[in-house]
């Protein structure tokens, strides 16, 4: 006998959402710390998912914006969303991919802008390549940010 009822569970998971956004894998995994049988789960995510609460392609978007905007790589935001959060492969094809791959440079540009208040060559290059960035796509970065610290 399960000492959890589908509606609390259910309620449950609704303030876990209503906190942020999670992939669905993530609820599953909250549900079976609390030993929830795993038929209950799936009915609990069922739920979730028709309901529209629950949407790994919407958790893809907000996880991977977010990580953008703190200057982060967009492929290993990417593997990231697939290993930690085993979000399916098709919901992040989804996304609009080409769209975040050109503006992961502003956002990296932004993010620098406010984190060095004066241009620092070494440190930025650092920085960007401990975020997964490539040795040619940190060049392209320090050029521009360089012509706008000038």
Not at 97 to 121: C, H, N, P, S, V
Request: charged share 40%; proline share 1%.
């Amino acid at each position: 006998m399960c000492k959890y009822n589908i509606e609390e569970l259910y309620n449950y998971c609704c303030k876990l959402l209503s906190i942020r956004d999670m992939s669905i894998n993530e609820i599953k995994e909250k549900l079976r710390n609390k030993k929830a049988p795993e038929d209950i789960i799936n009915l609990v995510v069922e739920k979730l998912i028709k309901n529209k609460l629950l949407d790994d392609e919407r958790f893809a978007k907000y996880y991977i914006e977010k990580n953008l905007a703190k200057a982060k790589k967009l492929e290993l935001i990417l593997n990231e969303l697939v290993e930690k959060y085993k979000v399916d492969k098709t919901a992040l094809k989804e996304t609009d991919l080409k769209k975040y791959k050109l503006i992961q440079y502003d956002y990296g540009l932004k993010f620098l802008e406010k984190k060095y208040k004066t241009f620092d060559r070494i440190r930025i290059y650092r920085f960007l390549s401990l975020r997964g960035f490539e040795e040619e796509e940190i060049t392209q970065i320090i050029n521009k940010l360089e012509r706008r610290y000038k």
